[in-house]
């Protein structure tokens, strides 16, 4: 079992940014990978941008040259610094990690951008 706790979440407007940080519970982090995910009101949840167990990262076209995943395998963490932030970006945001065939959820961190 995997435990994963956002935060960094918050209002802030357009143009500006914010960083999220997801932290996991475990002794095995370095070899999960770990995803971030957004869901907006009235739309699917989608994924926002992953980064593997050797650091390879993948981004949605729509945050790409803007968001920026990193982990830290020391600290069991894994953070998503959002730049150039946009209204559309308002979401809940969601870390999730994958391990060993299984998926776990965090409880998710709002993200409103608006002036």
């Known amino acids: 079992q995997v435990q994963l706790v956002e935060s960094g979440g918050g209002l802030v407007q357009p143009g500006g940014s914010l960083r999220l940080s997801c932290a996991a519970s475990?002794?095995?982090?370095?070899?999960?990978?770990m995803g971030w995910y957004r869901q907006a009101p009235g739309k699917e949840r989608e994924l926002v941008a992953t980064?593997?167990?050797?650091?390879?990262?993948n981004y949605a076209d729509s945050v790409k040259g803007r968001f920026f995943i990193f982990r830290d395998n020391a600290k069991n963490t894994a953070d998503l610094q959002m730049n150039s932030l946009k209204p559309e970006d308002t979401a809940v945001y969601y870390c999730r990690c994958s391990a060993v065939g299984n998926l776990y959820w965090g409880q998710g961190t709002q993200v409103t951008v608006s002036s």
């Open positions: 475990g002794s095995f982090f370095r070899l999960y990978t």
């Open positions: 980064i593997s167990s050797d650091g390879n990262s």
